[in-house]
């Protein structure tokens, strides 16, 4: 298989993945990030609430679940916040710079979750999201199914569960209808993909939807091989989800632990991994071990794209190598 490693100027691509609790959201931006790496496109890995310093001490407030007081509106601010910063100090800038922005969540979470599944102002969630976008618009969303709403939260809540994830049954129905709603409503930027099949299926169907903005894809989803390997990479919930506080898990620990998305979208082998360990609250984490067993399952895969790998120096990774949205760098 060949594909081609140009280094020719690329246009920014921003692509969303949006979907409720436990829909494969982290897996899937994960295999995409190193495919599209492997081909030799930068790509600026994200998560919402998140992505930036200021966005994290926001995500830890918003997700904690002892603020249980919080009003649905100051739950409303703080996930606006998170995403002005994020889009002012990293997915502009990146875009501006020619790279593959894969966020893990955008506003469309926000209308589902506050908008829905709160029942705030619709009307008023979708300017105040506009505001907080500045004229930055998804290029396509993939919105992951998962096989039930009940489902997907067994997956997402193994090690305990977030404020958000202890919202209640009735609420991420609301919350899943919604996107539903939302897919039906604008089909041509936001593509639903079910996530009840194996990885590999999820996978190839995520590509199916993205191979008119990389055209690359079309030889991935012709290999009847390229997308097998997903299968065989195990996310071991515990592992990722890092410390526990009597049964809820730690938002503030999660974050590290899962995502991987450093301050300012930036991380390295390294710093990530003293990170993870900067927002460790009395637990210690062994998730260097599982998360070297999925890079290493995915990047087998991601090789299988291309007999140029590995991709170009310099190229950044959200994985292991990203060097790019630091701090200040905007
Ligand atoms: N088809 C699938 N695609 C992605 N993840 C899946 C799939 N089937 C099962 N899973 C499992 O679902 C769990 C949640 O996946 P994750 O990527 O963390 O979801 P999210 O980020 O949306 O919460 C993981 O344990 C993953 O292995
Ligand atoms: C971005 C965003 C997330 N959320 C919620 C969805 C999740 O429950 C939570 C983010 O936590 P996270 O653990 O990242 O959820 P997931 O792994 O399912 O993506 O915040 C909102 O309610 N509104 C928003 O605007």
């Given at each position: 298989m060949t594909c081609n490693n140009a280094a020719e100027a690329q246009k920014g691509a921003f692509i969303t993945f949006e979907g409720g609790e436990g829909a494969g959201k982290t897996t899937h931006i994960r295999f995409l990030s190193q495919t599209l790496e492997a081909m030799g496109r930068e790509v600026v890995c994200l998560r919402e609430p998140g992505g930036t310093s200021i966005g994290e001490q926001l995500r830890a407030v918003v997700l904690d679940?002892?603020?249980?007081?919080?009003a649905d509106e100051c739950e409303l601010m703080i996930y606006l916040a998170a995403r002005a910063q994020l889009v002012a100090q990293i997915v502009k800038p990146a875009l501006e710079r020619g790279a593959v922005v894969l966020c893990d969540r955008f506003s469309d979470s926000t209308m589902a979750?506050?908008?829905?599944?709160?029942?705030?102002d619709r009307d008023l969630v979708r300017r105040a999201n506009d505001f907080a976008c500045q004229g930055i618009r998804p290029d396509r969303t993939i919105l992951l199914v998962p096989p039930s709403t009940r489902a997907g939260l067994a997956r997402a809540t193994v090690e305990g569960a977030d404020r958000l994830e202890a919202a209640g049954d009735a609420f991420h129905e609301r919350v899943n209808a919604a996107f539903a709603q939302m897919a039906a409503e604008e089909p041509e930027r936001m593509r639903t993909v079910r996530s009840a099949s194996k990885k590999s299926d999820t996978a190839r169907a995520v590509f199916a939807e993205l191979v008119d903005l990389f055209p690359q894809f079309e030889e991935c989803l012709t290999s009847?091989?390229?997308?097998?390997?997903l299968d065989g990479a195990q996310v071991v919930q515990g592992a990722r989800s890092g410390a526990m506080e009597g049964g809820a898990r730690s938002d503030a620990t999660e974050d590290g632990a899962r995502s991987?998305?450093?301050?300012?979208g930036a991380r390295s082998d390294v710093t990530e991994d003293s990170a993870r360990s900067d927002v460790m609250e009395g637990g210690i984490r062994s998730d260097a071990t599982e998360d070297s067993a999925l890079d290493a399952a995915l990047t087998g895969a991601s090789a299988k794209a291309c007999d140029e790998v590995p991709p170009r120096a310099g190229v950044s990774t959200c994985v292991s190598k990203n060097a790019l949205a630091k701090e200040g760098d905007a």
């Open positions: 679940p002892r603020n249980d007081v919080m979750y506050q908008g829905f599944g709160r029942g705030l009847p091989t390229f997308f097998k390997s991987g998305m450093m301050e300012g």
